[in-house]
């Protein structure tokens, strides 16, 4: 007997959804179709229809019942489609997907546990930070100079960066380089940029390089961990300057590197050794101008450096954060150009220049360590972002980059000297300001060293900020002073915060006499 043809299942009920709850707000400034996205996607997720036979009226009616166009429906299902909330079964009309796009997003609540109160075994690694600071103390955009907070040192105008130009630059890189730049690339840097800088360096820092010897890093730091971990072993000791870049110390330590401070005469750092000591295997220095006091390094201590690592088969890593803000006589030459033995590290940063927040810098790698340096940089986060690194590339090649120099170097130039001028009008009973040829910092001894508690209260109390000069010294005694930042506040912002402070510390002084006279 032939098999009696089975009855078709029942069919299941496909109710075709109201959606009576869309209220569609012409006078609003979110277009129609999104709100009518919004609004059915919200009603989706409700969860009332997500069983996979609740279809969508068709696009004319929903039109018509809320008297909009079907072009602005159109573009509302659309968007559900591509995001998942629907699916179309040709012939039958389109459907409420069966699992919402949301399910495959978001986790489920974790049980929640009684937290148990134990230590946390932190490695050695992060103990071996000299760094005392704690929570939001590292959060530099937290402790970055705020509304209100004025002369700290090494901060850079960016308020005058060319952000429109920027903009168009990099909408002009993306609509040629598209998809490539979204890619992952070369972790040596964006090409482009790499014969730009090496260009820039051989023009103007008197360098000696081509394009294969620049590696685009992450900013000085980066460039600084990358060099000490390709030519340090662990305990392995590096020579620093002291006073130094706080973040030398810190990045060496995190190497793992011996940290021996090397003091800091009118000439630069000074080289000599007891026969005890070890040699380092790393010299960092900044020559150009040191940091944070100032001192421009000598042609003949250059020498003398480039000797000394020569003979004792060490690296100088050559920090030239801020070179090109030079206010007296023409620049000597980096030390990278003046080396012939392939014993120096040279490394750049924008973050003067242009700006911190791109976090780019460059390394013009010795040509032996030109491998280590990218294997490390693989092994550490690849690559810097290729858009702003192609974007960079343009800035240079089309001159912005020269031009902002120019213009950044005459605006600091001006603001120093008023600086100088006012503040030696207002705080010259107090301070000995000792100025720079170079940079965007100066420092300001105290005349009476007494002061020094009181006047350290008083900038931190009024938010006229500079450092101490001892928070860069390792070992260094020196005599008491501050680190005045000028650069990144106008000629009228730089008066006022002169003034507050010469105002809060007479009346500091007087209140103080006026105690002693009561007693
Ligand atoms: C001596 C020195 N080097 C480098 C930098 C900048 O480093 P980065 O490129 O990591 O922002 C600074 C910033 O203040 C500095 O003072």
């Not at 429109?164 to 070369?186: D, F, H």
Request: glycine letters at 6%; aromatic letters at 8%; a positive charge.
């Amino acid at each position: 007997m032939p098999k009696r043809k089975s009855r078709p299942q029942k069919r299941r009920r496909r109710s075709i959804i109201a959606f009576e709850m869309i209220r569609l707000d012409r006078t609003a400034t979110e277009p129609l179709h999104e709100q009518l996205y919004r609004q059915i996607r919200d009603e989706l997720k409700s969860g009332r229809f997500s069983d996979g036979s609740s279809r969508l009226p068709s696009s004319r009616t929903l039109a018509t019942d809320r008297g909009i166009s079907r072009s602005t429906v159109r573009l509302a299902l659309s968007k559900l489609h591509a995001e998942g909330y629907l699916l179309s079964k040709p012939g039958s009309g389109t459907f409420v997907a069966n699992l919402l796009p949301e399910t495959f997003l978001t986790a489920g609540q974790a049980k929640t546990y009684q937290p148990i109160e134990r230590p946390i075994r932190i490695s050695d690694r992060v103990r071996a930070i000299p760094d005392a600071r704690v929570g939001n103390q590292f959060d530099l955009g937290a402790t970055g100079a705020g509304p209100g907070i004025s002369l700290i040192a090494s901060i850079p105008a960016v308020d005058e960066f060319p952000i429109a130009v920027w903009e168009r630059l990099r909408a002009q890189v993306l609509a040629k380089k598209g998809v490539n730049l979204l890619r992952y690339s070369s972790n040596r840097g964006d090409g482009d940029l790499r014969k730009a800088i090496a260009a820039y360096l051989c023009d103007f820092r008197a360098a000696h390089c081509h394009p294969d010897q620049i590696i685009v890093v992450a900013g000085m730091q980066q460039a600084m961990l990358i060099s000490a971990m390709a030519v340090l072993n662990p305990s392995e000791v590096a020579w620093i300057e002291d006073p130094c870049y706080q973040q030398t110390r810190r990045v060496l330590s995190l190497a793992g590197v011996k940290v021996i401070p090397k003091p800091i005469d009118n000439q630069g750092i000074v080289i000599a050794r007891s026969p005890k000591e070890p040699l380092p295997r790393m010299i960092y220095v900044t020559p150009s101008h040191q940091f944070p006091l100032g001192v421009t390094m000598t042609f003949q201590r250059r020498t003398a450096l480039l000797d000394f690592a020569r003979a004792h088969n060490a690296f100088v890593f050559e920090d030239d954060y801020d070179a090109e803000f030079r206010f007296v006589g023409p620049p000597l030459p980096s030390l990278q150009g003046m080396d012939n033995a392939n014993r120096v590290i040279y490394a750049g940063t924008v973050s003067k220049i242009l700006c911190p927040g791109l976090r780019l810098g460059y390394i013009v790698a010795p040509e032996q360590l030109i491998d280590s340096f990218v294997k490390i940089r693989s092994a550490m986060d690849q690559h810097s972002s290729p858009i702003d690194q192609a974007t960079l590339a343009r800035f240079i090649t089309e001159g912005f980059f020269l031009s902002h120099i120019k213009r950044m170097r005459k605006i600091y130039a001006e603001r120093r000297d008023f600086f100088i001028k006012q503040f030696n009008e207002l705080l010259g009973d107090r301070f000995t300001l000792q100025v720079p040829e170079a940079g965007l910092n100066i420092v300001a001894w105290l005349k009476r060293e007494e002061d020094f508690p009181m006047i350290k209260r008083i900038t931190s109390d009024i938010g006229v900020r500079p450092s101490t000069l001892s928070f860069f010294c390792i070992q260094a005694k020196l005599k008491p002073a501050f680190v005045f930042g000028f650069a990144a506040w106008t000629p009228t912002q730089i008066r006022e915060s002169l003034v507050k402070l010469a105002s809060a510390l007479s009346k500091r002084g007087k209140d103080l006499n006026h105690g002693r006279q009561s007693r």
